[in-house]
């Protein structure tokens, strides 16, 4: 026999819940840097995050370059292609500045949204992946993150020098060369 009371309990799969796939793997990805984080410390976790970062950017220049169908991009296409991968991400990252030197970038909105915030390992992912993509194709590059929603800013500021310049060397940042 059947408990009525069961029967007026909502169905399991019509319950409105906050899990989604995009949801669960932010989240998955908060904790475990947020673990990292404790467990060996922000600049530890940055470095785990840094190898991800460099393979993940591996992968994303390759296919861009196969994409596009050239052996090297030029500094135009590689700031297009900083701003169309996080795009496609859900980050709106712009240029705000491009030369010889640098290629400076904003965003307003965060791959991470919300769950980035506390956790600026997390921020190594950019790092890397920028610094990848701008070396393999330009030489070099230092990736110098001014300001970042993970560390509680508004936005973000990008800088990417794209040569070993006076001001690139004084910058407090991560570098990157050609493999």
């Known amino acids: 026999m059947s408990d009525p009371a069961l029967n007026e309990l909502p169905i399991i799969q019509d319950l409105s819940l906050p899990l989604e796939r995009d949801v669960f793997l932010r989240t998955l990805i908060r904790e475990l840097s947020g673990t990292l984080q404790d467990v060996v410390g922000l600049d530890e976790a940055s470095g785990f995050i840094s190898i991800v970062g460099q393979r993940v950017g591996d992968q994303i220049n390759e296919d861009y370059r196969t994409a596009l169908s050239v052996d090297q991009l030029d500094r135009h296409q590689v700031a297009e292609v900083l701003v169309d991968l996080k795009r496609r991400i859900q980050g ?88």
Do not use: Q, W
């Open 92 to 179: 709106d990252f712009y240029v705000v500045h491009e030369d010889d030197d640098k290629i400076v970038l904003k965003n307003r909105s965060c791959p991470f949204a919300e769950k980035v915030i506390g956790r600026p390992s997390l921020c190594m992912m950019t790092s890397n992946v920028f610094g990848v993509i701008a070396s393999e194709n330009l030489g070099y590059a230092k990736v110098v993150i001014e300001e970042a929603i993970a560390r509680g800013d508004a936005g973000c500021t990008i800088v990417v020098h794209l040569r070993p310049t006076a001001n690139a060397m004084a910058a407090d940042g991560r570098e990157y060369l050609k493999a």
